[in-house]
């Protein structure tokens, strides 16, 4: 208790104002601001890993139920009223997908075709996130129905569309079985011809690959029956776990069917941001050892300082031990103090940035200013890995001291 008392005195005395206390005072700031960009960037990060992993689900359900073998799965041959009615499931969509060869005159793309119902649009929240047209899959007339594609922004750039286009686009899909070498290109695709709907602008990956269309459709294409998908799409509601609600799916529809999670369906994607988010705090971690290692020169100049204390401190009968107790305090205080300061400015900062966007994103930007997440997690390895770099750097510089 008198080590705390001494150090507090020390480091909040206002009789005496000298370069030591000047240095104290810029250890404390140096961990103050190594904090709030611990807290900062961390924050932004999951922010933006969040907004990434938003747009991502719009084309990755919340669970995907597809066939252990083969390609193709018949919702003739499952309980399908019954997967419906799973406590937890909101919506089942169905899903035919299958690469694509689209075609407009001289300009070509390769696409990932995803054919789909009327259900899904609603339920992924697509229909929301169109950059231009209208989110139709089909048109009825006394002629027929007419297929629509909904294109990524990329392609549609590459094809030198928009939804204004009133001009069919052919889309080809290789023929099941066969072979294009000697084929003329009736002979080797199966050929369809669908109008250009509308354009999404999601994200990179996707507005370069995905094309979506009306599930019958791309069953003509591929010459799928009428009950035949490659996978189906559930959408989740409710306060049930979403591994609860996967297990019961399962067990409900047996081995000849997996049941993927997002995690299951963008493994790689996940370890990899798992991995970056791992990286940047040990990177900014540094950061903090570099800021603490002012403490180094802090104590070092207070102990010289106080030789005449430390000396008086001993002839009333201290120990050696409680002497070093006392100079310890005093680093750990400073940590402790800018650490605290940075962790609440930290958090203001972020709130700042989350309801008034003050730092804005280029024009072209999904959203207008730098996402913020803040997690209690972060706060709490934030000040673990502070106070330990901190402890560490002052008890190993009085212990080298000369007291």
């Known amino acids: 208790m008198p080590s705390i008392f001494i150090a507090l005195r020390y480091l909040f005395s206002r009789k005496e104002k000298t370069v030591i206390n000047l240095i104290s005072w810029i250890s404390l700031a140096g961990i103050t601001v190594s904090t709030i960009a611990l807290v900062v960037v961390m924050s932004v990060y999951n922010g933006i890993g969040e907004l990434t992993q938003s747009l991502f689900n719009v084309f990755d359900p919340e669970l995907l139920v597809e066939p252990s073998q083969g390609k193709?799965?018949?919702?003739?041959?499952?309980?399908?009223?019954?997967?419906?009615?799973?406590?937890?499931?909101?919506?089942?969509?169905?899903?035919?997908?299958?690469?694509?060869?689209?075609?407009?005159?001289?300009?070509?793309?390769?696409?990932?075709?995803?054919?789909?119902?009327?259900?899904?649009?609603?339920?992924?929240?697509?229909?929301t996130m169109l950059a231009e047209g209208q989110y139709l899959l089909k048109s009825r007339d006394s002629?027929?129905?007419?297929?629509?594609?909904?294109?990524?922004?990329?392609?549609?750039?590459?094809?030198?569309?928009?939804?204004?286009t009133n001009m069919p686009l052919a889309v080809h899909i290789p023929k099941r079985g066969s072979s294009s070498l000697?084929?003329?290109?009736?002979?080797?695709?199966?050929?369809?011809?669908?109008?250009?709907?509308?354009?999404?602008?999601?994200?990179?990956?996707?507005?370069?690959?995905?094309?979506?269309?009306?599930?019958?459709?791309?069953r003509m294409l591929m010459g799928y029956d009428a009950d035949e998908v490659t996978s189906l799409a559930?959408?989740?509601?409710?306060?049930?776990?979403?591994?609860?609600?996967?297990?019961?799916?399962?067990?409900?529809?047996?081995?000849?069917?997996?049941?993927?999670?997002?995690?299951?369906?963008?493994?790689?994607?996940?370890?990899?941001?798992?991995?970056?988010?791992?990286?940047?705090?040990?990177?900014?971690?540094?950061?903090?050892?570099?800021?603490?290692?002012?403490l180094v020169a802090s104590l070092?100049?207070?102990?010289?300082?106080?030789?005449?204390?430390?000396?008086?401190?001993?002839?009333?009968?201290?120990?050696?031990?409680?002497?070093?107790?006392?100079?310890?305090?005093?680093?750990?205080?400073?940590?402790l103090v800018g650490v605290v300061t940075g962790l609440v400015l930290g958090f203001v900062i972020c709130l700042l940035q989350q309801h008034f966007g003050?730092?804005?994103?280029?024009?072209?930007?999904?959203?207008?200013?730098?996402p913020v997440a803040m997690r209690v997690v972060d706060f709490i390895a934030t000040f673990l890995i502070v106070m330990l770099l901190s402890s560490f750097v002052v008890w190993l510089t009085v212990r080298r001291a000369k007291i």
């Open 143 to 164: 002629l027929g129905d007419f297929p629509f594609l909904l294109m990524g922004w990329n392609i549609m750039i590459r094809l030198g569309v928009n939804s204004m």
């Open 358 to 370: 003050i730092i804005k994103l280029g024009a072209n930007a999904v959203v207008d200013a730098f």
């Open 234 to 294: 559930i959408t989740c509601e409710g306060r049930r776990p979403l591994e609860s609600v996967k297990k019961e799916i399962r067990h409900l529809l047996g081995d000849g069917y997996t049941v993927k999670d997002r995690f299951d369906q963008k493994p790689l994607y996940y370890k990899i941001f798992r991995s970056e988010r791992l990286g940047v705090f040990l990177i900014l971690s540094l950061i903090v050892l570099i800021s603490t290692l002012n």
């Open 72 to 127: 193709t799965l018949h919702t003739s041959e499952i309980d399908y009223d019954a997967l419906s009615h799973v406590d937890g499931v909101a919506n089942v969509s169905q899903i035919v997908e299958e690469n694509a060869w689209i075609t407009m005159r001289q300009a070509e793309a390769i696409v990932q075709l995803r054919g789909v119902d009327s259900t899904y649009g609603a339920s992924s929240g697509l229909d």
């Open 182 to 218: 000697g084929f003329s290109l009736d002979e080797a695709f199966n050929n369809g011809y669908a109008y250009p709907a509308g354009t999404f602008r999601i994200q990179e990956e996707i507005d370069n690959l995905y094309v979506v269309t009306d599930i019958d459709f791309v």
């Open 300 to 335: 070092s100049l207070l102990i010289i300082n106080k030789t005449k204390d430390i000396a008086t401190l001993r002839s009333m009968g201290m120990e050696r031990r409680h002497i070093r107790k006392t100079f310890f305090a005093e680093g750990i205080l400073i940590a």
